[in-house]
């Protein structure tokens, strides 16, 4: 009996044996594989430099259908394929990156990964940048020489200049024609979406406009007595404005201006052959107005640093600047930046105040150097100096200062320096060039 159980079971399992053997071997034979092109998609751009930017993607497919080619195609209008301009890369699938080249200063481009095998050539998503290299440029305005002062917000630029404004809708990108032709424009402020300009030199008066520069009005006739505008400033949204003889401010937008404000120095201060500053300056971060001018009740050369006070109409002695020249002032969110000459100029000296201009201390990193011109756009500053210039984009936390690049920009001295929101400016003799940093 045992005997024929045994049997039974050898007899069983060489059956299985047989059974699962045929099943493998039917199962050895691979499909055929899909006749479909490859999966792709389009990575963001990831670096725009002086000459290229960059970008990448990602292929899959199958192994046992090679690819014939992968990269990207490009151009300046949507809906981009193989038929435009095409930067081919590795045909090995996989993640890839390449620069793009040949692109033209400011224009928007399309662009989207591709990879072919024999069955067809798939497109991952599009793409979309603005070619803006990081390198100076000049300001395409023949009109832009001899720059005094810029102002910009909500993309558009204005600039003030020796012989009048010169505005732009886009950013700097595109020029209007020049207008209050012939006047030094020396100061352009904004409030209540009204903008203002100050006309200092031959003719010196003010002038507002309500429709972003395109006409002007001469506040001349608004004031208790004919005056000499020296500089303008902003505290909240009251305007604010030094003359030869006083103080005026302005709370209905320029139609009527009320002289005064106590402890500011007054009756003909500015007028003194003897004063170390003449015009005073007057810079604002929006809301905090300050004033660095000399002091008529103290012996000459005595010059201060004033603070006004919206609630009540007053000014506060801050900083003493004894025998000073002050070469320029900004006021960024928290922070107060001057740099000033001494004994004749002799002495190049920069400082800070966090205080509110009470106190001043050293800019360690300046210690060799002497700005022509500090400019703030709320946390980024910019200092220039005669050949380069250093910025922050943290008012100077820590004395964290970067020395900027001058690729594009002309082997001679820097006169001037701006910062916008997007945007760092440089005057020279040359004109006006502007570099994209954000």
Avoid at 129 to 155: G, M, Q
Avoid at 414 to 435: E, H, K, M, Q
Wanted: glycine share 8%; hydrophobic share 35%.
């Amino acid at each position: 009996m045992k005997i024929v159980y045994f049997n039974i079971l050898v007899f069983a399992y060489s059956i299985l044996s047989v059974s699962c053997k045929k099943e493998r071997n039917a199962g050895s034979t691979l499909p055929e594989p899909a006749a479909v092109p490859p999966i792709v998609t389009t990575s963001d751009i990831s670096w725009i430099d002086d000459t290229s930017a960059v970008c990448g993607g990602r292929v899959s497919y199958n192994k046992q259908i090679p690819l014939l080619a992968a990269g990207l195609c490009w151009d300046t209008v949507p809906g981009v394929t193989i038929s435009n301009a095409v930067t081919n890369a590795d045909a090995s699938g996989g993640n890839f990156a390449i620069a793009i080249k040949g692109l033209i200063y400011s224009k928007k481009y399309y662009v989207k990964a591709y990879a072919t095998n024999q069955f067809g050539t798939s497109y991952g998503e599009e793409k979309t940048f603005v070619f803006t290299p990081k390198i100076w440029r000049k300001v395409n305005s023949a009109d832009l020489k001899d720059v005094l002062c810029l102002y910009s917000e909500d993309h558009f630029v204005y600039v003030g200049t020796n012989s009048g404004l010169v505005a732009s809708p886009d950013g700097g990108e595109t020029w209007l024609p020049k207008i209050l032709s012939g006047k030094k424009i020396s100061r352009i402020i904004k409030s209540n979406n009204i903008l203002f300009a100050c006309v200092t030199g031959t003719s010196n008066e003010v002038y507002k406009s309500l429709d972003n520069g395109n006409t002007w009005i001469s506040l001349a006739a608004k004031f208790p007595y004919p005056i000499k505008p020296l500089d303008l400033g902003l505290a909240g949204s009251r305007v604010v404005l030094v003359s030869d003889s006083n103080v005026f401010y302005s709370d209905n937008e320029g139609e009527s201006w009320q002289q005064g404000g106590t402890g500011f120095p007054v009756r003909n201060a500015f007028n003194n052959q003897n004063a170390p500053l003449v015009p005073p300056i007057l810079e604002s971060n929006g809301s905090d107005l300050y004033c660095f001018a000399p002091d008529v009740n103290n012996n000459f050369p005595y010059t201060f640093l004033f603070r006004y006070k919206v609630p009540d109409n007053s000014w506060t002695k801050g900083a003493d600047f004894t025998a000073s020249h002050l070469s320029s002032m900004k006021v960024s969110e928290k922070r107060i930046f001057v740099s000033y000459s001494m004994s004749g100029g002799s002495l190049c000296i920069s400082k800070c105040s966090e205080d509110g201009g009470n106190y001043f201390g050293p800019l360690i990193k300046f210690s060799n150097e002497f700005p022509y011109k500090f400019d703030a756009y709320k946390n980024t500053v910019i200092a220039v100096f005669a050949k380069g210039y250093l910025f922050s984009l943290d008012e100077g936390d820590n004395q964290n200062w970067t020395t900027g690049k001058t690729t594009g920009l002309p082997s001679e001295d820097f006169l001037n320096g701006f910062v916008t929101s997007d945007r760092f400016w440089i005057v020279t003799a040359s004109g006006l060039y502007s570099l994209v940093y954000k």
